[in-house]
């Protein structure tokens, strides 16, 4: 099993590929949820970096695109060197069908958030020769155990950090405060909590950004204690640092890379970054009812 990271800053590579087996780089235009937006000269430099390092990079392209933007991330991706790249992770079939018109069906990483949530669902591309499959967030350690018993390509999967739990195309920040007359201070920032009247104990981080606004779960999803379960089928688990930075990557990486559990030192990442952990939907059947 290879742990890969998202990153903040370039200059931050060398220290965190101590840990790291690979990272997460993507564009505002053509990404969503990213921990900042990096210029095609910024993805080029890191690109470089990594090979030097041998470490894996991929490119993340997770946006749900309209036709525009389609056209928009073909160009681009024309002009990245994408063979160089270890993947390109999307959540559109409109630009999984691009990749693979360009000969790039084996650079594709889909991820649809909650859609692979059994074994027929995850393999159902398999036909096409994709490198591999985000197993959903929102299922059970057992389940994703049973999938990847019998995955037939690589299974990626969120192993830490705040799970988004919804996400709208509109701008809903911005639509409200066109709504009361004022400027909009708060587009991009990662520092934002939404309040629920009920449960003022419980703030959720929300972030909009050029894909749209997303609300997370408050708690920090946490597969630390699962890895030996984990590294039997899972082969890329990621670390998400959205809402943190480098130094909490660095901390967190090393725990995952040498499966050392060091409880002292996750208190004192709780403390800093004022966050509770959990496991998740690991033991948390998510089950819909009608009403009636």
């Known amino acids: 099993m290879r742990i890969i990271s998202t990153v903040y800053q370039l200059e931050n590579i060398h220290k965190l590929s101590v840990h790291a087996d690979g990272f997460l780089i993507g564009n505002n235009h053509f990404g969503t949820r990213l921990t900042r937006s ?17 470490k894996s990079l991929f490119i993340v392209a997770n946006q749900m695109f309209d036709d525009e933007q389609l056209e928009a991330f ?28 360009m000969g790039l069906g084996q650079k594709i990483i889909y991820n649809p958030e909650t859609l692979m949530t059994n074994a027929y669902d995850f393999n159902f591309l398999s036909e096409f020769q994709i490198q591999g499959v985000y197993v959903a967030k929102e299922i059970t350690l057992d389940d994703i155990r049973y999938i990847g018993e019998r995955k037939k390509y690589q299974m990626f999967m969120v192993g830490h950090g705040h799970l988004n739990m919804f996400y709208s195309k509109r701008q809903l920040i911005d639509n409200f405060m066109y709504f009361i007359e004022s400027d909009n201070p708060y587009h991009n920032r990662q520092d934002l909590k ?36 984990l590294k039997e089928f899972v082969d890329y688990l990621v670390i998400d640092t959205l809402f943190k930075d480098d130094d909490y990557a660095f901390e967190i990486l090393k725990m995952y890379k040498t499966e050392k559990v060091n409880t002292i030192q996750i208190e004192k990442i709780k403390n800093k970054y004022q966050e509770i952990w959990d496991e998740g939907f690991f033991y948390k059947k998510t089950i819909y009812q009608h009403k009636g």
């Open 38 to 54: 990096f210029s095609t000269e910024e993805i080029l430099k890191m690109l470089e970096i990594t090979q030097k390092l041998n």
């Open 74 to 101: 073909k160009i681009w991706i024309e002009n990245l060197p994408i063979s160089e790249f270890s993947g390109v992770i999307v959540a559109d079939l409109g630009a999984f069908r691009i990749l693979e018109s």
């Open 194 to 229: 939404i309040i629920e009247e009920n449960r003022k104990e419980d703030p959720y981080p929300i972030l909009e950004d050029e894909a749209g606004t997303h609300v997370f779960r408050s708690q920090v999803f946490s597969s630390l204690f699962h890895l030996n379960d």
